[in-house]
């Protein structure tokens, strides 16, 4: 009798556990299903945004073909467009960018997890912080009324007294004079107006810095603490443990972060368009003005019609192209520097 309670009381427990294992495994089923929408919801919002701007612009590429990728033309009257001088524009910003906003990022990480005191890092920290959630149109605005006088008057004639053909003081630097191909990327018709791609680049440069450094900073924090420490006890120094230790381990995640900068860059449109002048005119003067895609988007999409429409949403599939171009290369840089690390 009692042999027959405790069997049945076990045949009670397995039923229970069995019916529990079944809920864990459908509600596992469940949790994965509304992960995988979820990844394919952002995969087909892409793709349906990309495929919407190529059918759009599809007009555009019927009209000019592949010459719309290599032509400066953008006339409205006329009904002729290009996309040299936006696609242009708009990566020579970013890559301007790029260039001041990584080493000023890089230090800026640095100071904050090595050297920084204690209570100097909160401080600095919630300024980036700050820093990154100010909107672009204040960037802008920033940019229009009080870096483009300042650059007019400072940068610009210094660039142009150094590197220009055509100098403010009429004095060919000796630079010019026996490197005469610089000339070109120096030159300007108005060196006294200070709205141009040099100016978009470094204004961008301001706005991603914040984005780059917090994900160095957040990289560089990761490095254990008993590495740096081993380092410093051998003998090494601050700098040795820096380029030996900390950028190593973290060189990886640094490179993601650089090119999480680069497509905010690609991508920025009202602080671009109040400092870039927006003027569709081929040159390869950093000086000159010029244009950028999400700019010329913005500026003239309010009052395009036709043919002008289809011409900006093709100019909007071309952004499209050139983001997915960068990251891809990202991906490559990761994936080859995974392999060597033999991961």
């Given amino acids: 009798m009692h042999a027959t309670v405790s069997n049945a009381a076990t045949n009670a427990d ?21 992960l995988k929408a979820c990844a394919l919801l952002v995969l087909i919002t892409l793709i349906g945004a990309a495929l919407s701007t190529l059918w759009l612009g599809r007009d555009a590429f019927a009209t000019f073909g592949w010459g719309f990728l290599t032509s400066d033309a953008w006339d409205p009257g006329n009904n002729q467009f290009g996309a040299l001088v936006p696609v242009m524009g708009t990566i020579t910003t970013a890559v301007i960018a790029l260039i001041f906003a990584v080493p000023v990022s890089f230090g800026i990480a640095l100071f904050l997890t090595e050297i920084a005191p204690g209570w100097l890092r909160g401080p600095v ?26 650059v007019a008057e400072h940068i610009k004639p210094w660039l142009m007294n150094n590197f220009s053909a055509d100098p403010p003081d009429g004095q060919v630097s000796w630079l010019v004079q026996h490197v005469p191909w610089i000339a070109k990327f120096f030159s300007s018709e108005y060196p006294f107006f200070g709205a141009g791609v040099l100016t978009a680049g470094l204004v961008l440069a301001v706005m991603i810095i914040p984005f780059i450094s917090s994900v160095m900073r957040e990289v560089f924090q990761t490095v254990p603490t008993r590495l740096k420490e081993s380092a410093y006890a051998l003998g090494s120094s601050t700098w040795e443990v820096v380029w030996d230790i900390v950028v190593p381990y973290t060189r990886t995640a640094v490179i993601g972060g650089i090119f999480l900068g680069l497509g905010r860059a690609l991508g920025e449109t009202m602080a671009v368009a109040f400092v870039l002048g927006n003027t569709f005119k081929f040159t390869p003067s950093i000086l000159e003005t010029g244009s950028s895609i999400a700019s010329t988007i913005a500026n003239q999409f309010g009052e395009a019609e036709g043919l002008q429409k289809s011409a900006l949403m093709a100019l909007a599939f071309l952004l499209f192209v050139v ?15 995974a392999t060597k690390e033999g991961r």
């Fill in 125 to 150: 920290s919630s300024a980036i912080e700050l820093l990154a959630g100010i909107p672009s149109i204040i960037y802008g605005m920033w940019g229009l009324f009080i870096f483009a006088p300042f």
């Fill in 323 to 337: 983001t997915f171009i960068v990251l891809l290369i990202a991906r490559l840089m990761l994936r080859r520097l």
């Fill in 14 to 34: 397995r039923a229970i556990e069995a019916g529990r294992n079944a809920t864990d495994a459908r509600n596992d089923r469940l949790f994965g299903w509304v």
